[in-house]
């Protein structure tokens, strides 16, 4: 077996190992809901139906960071750590498109608008987008509640005191300050220092995604496997940068990416009114009459096709998609320089090493 | 000392410990959060002041069943269980109001209208509902993983597999799963059979209310102290018909409150489209005309004050309220012979008593 099959092999193995728990745990959650009431199915369908789809990026990260800090192939405690990223990030994203108010998720409809669907489709009284809502937000909440069910059963390794208890702690409050900062950023932003945007965009991808997407699950990883401090340290540097790639990256899919990829509509950060660190630099670097067309349009329920098309082309123009592609390389370097110096086996360093390109060049 | 005396002062001393818990617990917080960017404080404000009122119901139920199983006066344990309850019921809360759209909370704005009105009084731009929706939703899902946090602090006793943490973790799912019965009822309640109506709501009274206000807490203070599972049983006993005659008495303080005393709206619950007991039991027992009423006005948000003495009427007329009183009495009954029988101290016994009679004749 070569080293790319024995990797190849490895990573398809603990993916199958977090479906595996995934699955074992939401059926027994499922046993004592549908004891309560059959009619909560639907919730628990909601988020199995979440958990089942995506990149599995957090999970990754973790195992990695745990093998790279002498874990063993596949224990039992890195699987359920990678369960309970998956349910976190599950629950992250019914909220998430609730406050976004994004009717999709992976190509198919969202939470809350699979409630306001099911709501139509039985005829049920009052107001069918309220209650997909109400019901998102508790999915959510459930969900959330999940995750730290999960987390606990990993044991004494994430007993209250231990590293990766604080880092969990940590990344969940983080990961919540960094999305009420991306939601104040979209209305606050239009009134607040222009000088200071771009700045402040980059501090809303350090906390709402970097840290939480590649820097604490890493850690979290290496945390659980006994990681020394120098070598969480030197995860902190490859895996910081690497986030705040993959979040740039994230920002311009979110408006060029094309949403038979991506599963999301063209253009929908636009609509969400997203101020990222992309439209920052536009909004700097375009003529004031162009800045002021993106003021007017971010955020609006109406934007149409042709203003995003418009706000496209003066991104484009204003050289803030050029400044982005040069600013996502950048980090992108960092993050593999800094996984250069670790010192690593070989098989995690090469494993995080395909992640890294993954990330930084995805197209969806 | 009188054992009346000896029971006020120990009752004051854990709220009090309680109180300062919570306010350690969230300084440290508030730290963390700051350094990240002082715009997330209105965040921590919302929830500090969310957890600095409040009757204490659950941390209290908890402190006497950690007594009456044998637990020390004031220990650590039990204070902490104590806020990780009220970090619960605060999360609880912020979520539910704006499930449920209610624009106060203990006679002042809710966490939803708190955020809207910031983003008014600074000119920011886009719509200010949606903002303090979102602010709200983030706001609950921090003070949620703070609950955690909290009740992890707890340490060994709480720890992975204690009976204690799957007594929390129990009761989390069980009262998101009833607000999920309850917010379903509203909706689909008036297409669905209305010869059901009764007992479905009396389900969702047992799993959003009963089982987490009263039955869980008291359950959780008597695992932490290691009661014997015929306490456990015993507690039971008294505490879930207990919660059933606290949320009886919460649905007609929801339609006939003074909100005086209650710091919410007149009618509160008949504008939220609640279909509690006493709401099923009217449209039972009303004439067809007037349950054609309720129904045509429950949840509208045209209801107006009209409206709501109307169906006050309709609700004294059909024996409705008259049925719910001797329901809160009969559930009264059966939780005070259940602590008879139960073999406790005479102090927690006592005190145990004296919570149910304030939690069944309350007017708050």
């Not at 980059?202 to 997407?213: C, P």
Request: charged share 25%; aromatic share 6%; with cysteine.
């Amino acid at each position: 077996m070569t080293g790319a099959e024995q990797l190849r092999n490895e990573q398809a193995d603990f993916v199958a190992s977090v479906a595996g728990e995934l699955t074992g745990f939401l059926t027994s959650r499922q046993g004592i809901m549908s004891g309560i009431s059959p009619d909560i199915d639907p919730i628990m369908g909601s988020i199995s139906n979440l958990v089942t789809g995506g990149k599995r990026l957090r999970a990754l990260m973790c195992y990695w960071g745990w093998r790279g800090a002498g874990g063993d192939a596949g224990a039992a405690e890195v699987v359920t750590a990678g369960a309970a990223l998956e349910l976190f990030q599950a629950a992250a994203l019914i909220h998430d498109d609730i406050i976004d108010r994004s009717d999709t998720r992976r190509g198919g409809p969202s939470v809350h608008r699979r409630f306001s669907q099911l709501h139509e489709a039985q005829g049920w009284a009052l107001d069918s987008g309220r209650f997909g809502q109400a019901a998102a937000i508790l999915a959510g909440d459930l969900c959330l509640s999940f995750s730290e069910e999960a987390f606990t059963d990993i044991g004494e390794r994430a007993a209250s005191g231990s590293r990766a208890r604080l880092i969990f702690n940590l990344m969940r409050a983080e990961v919540m300050a960094g999305q009420y900062l991306d939601i104040l950023e979209e209305v606050a932003g239009p009134v607040r220092d222009r000088a200071g945007a771009v700045s402040r965009a980059q501090s809303i991808i350090r906390f709402k995604s970097a840290k939480y997407s590649t820097e604490h699950p890493l850690a979290l990883g290496g945390a659980l496997a006994g990681a020394t401090n120098d070598l969480l340290r030197g995860y902190s540097a490859f895996a910081l940068p690497l986030g705040e790639a993959f979040q740039l990256r994230d920002d311009v899919l979110g408006v060029f990416g094309d949403p038979l990829t991506t599963g999301k509509p063209a253009g929908d950060d636009l609509r969400e009114g997203k101020r990222t660190v992309l439209v920052a630099l536009a909004l700097d670097q375009a003529s004031p009459a162009e800045s002021a067309f993106i003021d007017s349009r971010l955020g609006s329920p109406e934007l149409d096709d042709g203003d995003v098309q418009e706000i496209r082309r003066i991104i484009e123009d204003s050289g803030a998609l050029q400044a982005t592609e040069v600013l996502i390389g950048e980090y992108g370097n960092a993050a593999y320089e800094a996984l250069e110096a670790l010192q690593l086996d070989e098989l995690p360093k090469t494993a995080l090493r395909r992640l890294a390109e993954a990330t930084v060049s995805r197209a969806s």
